[in-house]
């Protein structure tokens, strides 16, 4: 006699096999038995033809302070994920130190939500870590090593290169990251301090973690006009360190560069053919969700949040903002034109004076305002202290 049967389910297994017709037989929590036409049990369920199947994995999750919380992760638990992959985009939450929390808690509110400084009180991996493993989280963590607060806690928000001497410390933290349980070091290539290194700078970064089989997680430096460009980058850091590679949400940014796509595939496969570990993955859908910031020139974040709010309301400083939203995308990522003022949606702000544009473009907002988008993009992370949130829809069935 089962605890529990569930009976007609579509059953995909997990082995690789094809989908099948079955029941399944459940005593305690553990499943006993699958097969046809099993005996009853004292709970029922007709899955009548519907899928069933193992959990999901999450390769790419922002759930890094939200699974430290009290409220359970309904939004993960009820798509059936039952693990995350965190730490991703070089923005995760340690190392940090009481310098360095302020800046990173506001680098990273975008992604991973407001969660009080006072509360940030790990220091080390291994003390996220712990913090983790104490939290009443209800399914399977896996964490990245992030590059942007290693980076903040050697380099500081500057856009330099970082020294030997910087580059060795750097090391030193991703491999005792390695030794207490990191699955790999993540990057993100757009996103600041994690965008001031330097290709040799990655490449000895992914040589401390290659001896754990660590993964080298990473959103590349441009996902448009320079795609191919940075996909080359990627795979020469790990062709020099012997790492394994995985892409972060591969894509062709913006209708101009979706005929880049197709030579993208083709170039990963000749990577894997010379027995490179290269793998991606993709959003099911045809919009990303990021930071506002990620919409400005990269220099405006050079110094860290303060000196970007300090370069948006200096008009000096904005009149240049405005000048290279008419350079084009081969001089950088000019979302303007990659994907068009009507396509970059607020998704969340922090103060409650702004509730109103959520869900609203920037032309939208632009035009309500009477001013130029350029201006409304300045101005409302002016009013919300760089803490917004954006869907951009960028892609193509």
């Known amino acids: 006699m089962f605890d529990t049967v569930i009976r007609n389910a579509t059953i995909i297994d997990g082995t690789g096999r094809s989908a ?7 005593v305690g929590h553990q499943i006993v038995t699958i097969g046809a036409n099993l005996s009853r049990g004292s709970n029922e369920i007709k899955a009548n033809g519907q899928v069933l199947c193992p959990g999901f994995i999450d390769t790419h999750s922002h759930s890094d302070l ?22 991703q985009d070089g923005l995760g939450t340690a190392p940090v130190n009481p310098q360095t ?17 006072s509360k940030w009180t790990w220091r080390t991996f291994s003390d996220y870590l712990g913090h983790l493993a104490k939290a009443p989280i209800q399914n399977n963590q896996a964490v990245l090593i992030s590059h942007g607060p290693v980076r903040l806690s ?10 030997e001497k910087e580059i060795a410390m750097m090391k030193t933290i991703i491999e005792d990251a390695m030794q207490e349980g990191a699955f790999g070091l993540s990057t993100g290539l757009i996103y600041p301090p994690a965008s001031y290194a330097s290709k040799e700078e ?4 992914t040589r401390a973690i290659a001896p754990y089989d660590g993964i080298f997680v990473v959103h590349l430096r441009d996902e448009g006009y320079y795609l191919l460009e940075a996909l080359h980058e990627v795979i020469d850091i790990c062709r020099g360190s012997a790492c394994r590679l995985h892409i972060s949400h591969l894509q062709a940014y913006g209708q101009v560069n979706w005929p880049l796509l197709t030579p993208a595939l083709e ?11 290269v793998t991606f993955d993709r959003y099911p859908y045809l919009a990303g969700s990021t930071v506002l910031t990620a919409v400005l020139p990269t220099w405006v974040l050079d110094g ?28 950088w990522h000019n979302r303007s034109i990659s994907v068009g003022w009507d396509n970059i949606v607020i998704a969340w702000v922090k103060t409650q004076q702004n509730q109103d544009l959520i869900g609203r473009s920037l ?23 760089l803490n917004v949130t954006m869907i951009s829809h960028y892609g193509s069935e």
């Open 267 to 277: 170039l990963i496969d000749a990577a894997r053919e010379q027995e490179l570990s």
């Open 154 to 163: 050697v380099v500081g928000n500057q856009d330099r290169p970082a020294t």
């Open 202 to 205: 990655l490449r000895q970064l």
């Open 20 to 26: 099948y017709q079955g029941d399944v037989g459940i």
């Open 363 to 385: 032309r939208e907002i632009a035009e309500e305002r009477n001013v130029d988008p350029i201006d409304a993009l300045c101005d409302v992370l002016l009013e919300e202290t």
């Open 101 to 117: 929390i302020p800046e990173l808690a506001r680098l990273t509110s975008g992604l991973l939500g407001p969660y009080p400084e």
């Open 304 to 331: 860290g949040p303060k000196a970007c709010l300090d370069r948006l309301q200096n008009e000096k400083d904005r009149n240049q903002i405005h000048n290279d939203f008419n350079k084009g995308l081969d001089v």
């Open 66 to 87: 939200k699974a430290l919380g009290e409220e359970p992760l309904t939004p993960k638990l009820s798509q059936g994920i039952t693990t995350e992959l965190l730490g």
